[in-house]
C-alpha cells in the first residue's frame, strides 16, 4: 500500500474573515491540486479545514498518508495535544473547551480511520510544494478558486505555477513571467533582465544560492 505525500495549507483575510484551504497531493508519480473558498472562516480553522479536505481525498487511492504542514497549531494538535482533549472529553488543560471543536473531532473520526503521518516543515523556505500550496490557499481565500487539477507527471518538469503566469514584487519594480513551455522571463520596470530555461528545481536551488 502506497503511502500519499500531501502538502496542505490555510489562508484567511481578515481573520475572522474570507479564507480558502488547498492541499498538493502525489498520487501515482502525478500532482493533485485542489483548493476551496471559505466565506468566514479564521487562519486556525483553515488550516484544520486543509487537512480534513486533504485526508478525504488522499483516503480513496490509500489509507496511509503523510500530511506536511507549516502550522505548529496543526501540527502540536495532531501529534500531541488532539489525544488529551479526547480523553478530557474535549477540554483543554485549563478546563476550557478545545476551540473549533467541530473540526477538530472531525480530524480525530479521520485519524481513527486512517494511518497518517504529520510532518513539521519551515514556512517560506524555497520547499516548492509548499509554497504552491500557500499560493493556492491564498488565492481562494480571495475568491480565485482553483479547479481541482492534474498538475502533471512529472512535477520538476511540470509547470508548478500553471495558474500564476505572472508574479511581480511586492513593490511592484519586478516582474516574473511564466510560460507554457516552462521558460521564466524576469523583467524590472518592464524591462526583459533575464531568461531562464532550466528545470524547476535547478531554478529554486539556484535562487538559494544567491
Request: with cysteine; glycine share 6%.
Amino acid at each position: 500500500m502506497q503511502k500519499i505525500n500531501i502538502y496542505t495549507d490555510g489562508a484567511c483575510l481578515g481573520n475572522p474573515g474570507p479564507g480558502g484551504w488547498a492541499f498538493i497531493a502525489e498520487i501515482d508519480g502525478k500532482i493533485i491540486e485542489q483548493s476551496g473558498y471559505l466565506p468566514e472562516t479564521t487562519n486556525n480553522r483553515a488550516e484544520y479545514q486543509a487537512a480534513i479536505e486533504a485526508i478525504n481525498y488522499a483516503s480513496q487511492f490509500s489509507k496511509e498518508m503523510q500530511i506536511n504542514t507549516d502550522s505548529e497549531l496543526l501540527f502540536n494538535t495532531m501529534t500531541k495535544w488532539i489525544y488529551s482533549w479526547q480523553k478530557k472529553n474535549w477540554k483543554k488543560s485549563d478546563g476550557k473547551p478545545v476551540q473549533n471543536l467541530d473540526l477538530v473531532q472531525k480530524l480525530w473520526e479521520l485519524v481513527q480511520k486512517y494511518k497518517v503521518h504529520w510532518n513539521k516543515v519551515p514556512a517560506h523556505s524555497g520547499i516548492a510544494l509548499n509554497e504552491r500550496c500557500d499560493l493556492l490557499a491564498k488565492e481562494a481565500a480571495s475568491g480565485k478558486i482553483c479547479a481541482n487539477k492534474e498538475a502533471g507527471s512529472n512535477f520538476t518538469n511540470g509547470n508548478l505555477f500553471e495558474n500564476a503566469r505572472e508574479i511581480s514584487s511586492t513593490d511592484g519594480k519586478y516582474k516574473l513571467l511564466l510560460k507554457d513551455d516552462n521558460t521564466l522571463e524576469l523583467f524590472s520596470n518592464s524591462k526583459k533582465i533575464a531568461h531562464f530555461n532550466f528545470s524547476l528545481d535547478v531554478l529554486i536551488n539556484s535562487s538559494k544560492e544567491r
